[in-house]
C-alpha cells in the first residue's frame, strides 16, 4: 500500500502561482512513477502531469505545458506540481497517484494508488 496525501491548494488570483507537494508513504517511493491529475466540477478526471521514477522523464497535458513543472524528491518521498500564470479554467481538484508499471502514465486507470485531492480555485 502506498498512502499519498496532497497539500499546497487554495485560492488564487489569476496570473498566480501555487506549488502543490504530494507526499508518500508505505512502499518504496522510489518504485513508483507519479502523476497530477485534476477534475473539475462536472467534468471527468484529466491527465496533468506525470514523472518517471528515476525523474528523467516527465509528460504534460497541454494545457499545463509552459506553466506547469512536475518534480520529485525521493529522499522526502514527495512529488511536486509547480502552478505559474494559472487560469480560472485551471480550477480543480488536484490529485497525486503512483504508477507501478509506467506503461500509459497519461492514463488514469493505469494508476495504482490516488491521494485525497486538494482544491485549486482561480479567480478572475
Known amino acids: 500500500q502506498v498512502q499519498l496525501v496532497e497539500s499546497g491548494g487554495g485560492l488564487v488570483q489569476a496570473g498566480g502561482s501555487l506549488r502543490l507537494s504530494c507526499a508518500a508513504s508505505g512502499r518504496t517511493f522510489s518504485n513508483y512513477g507519479m502523476g497530477w491529475f485534476r477534475q473539475a466540477p462536472g467534468k471527468e478526471r484529466e491527465f496533468v502531469a506525470a514523472?518517471?521514477?528515476?525523474?528523467?522523464?516527465?509528460y504534460y497535458a497541454d494545457s499545463a505545458k509552459g506553466r506547469f513543472t512536475i518534480s520529485r524528491d525521493d529522499a522526502k518521498s514527495t512529488v511536486y506540481l509547480q502552478m505559474t500564470s494559472l487560469k480560472p479554467e485551471d480550477t480543480a481538484v488536484y490529485y497525486c497517484a503512483a504508477d507501478r508499471s509506467w506503461v500509459t502514465p497519461v492514463k488514469s486507470d493505469e494508476y495504482d494508488y490516488w491521494g485525497q485531492g486538494t482544491q485549486v480555485t482561480v479567480s478572475s
Open positions: 514523472i518517471s521514477r528515476s525523474g528523467g522523464i516527465t
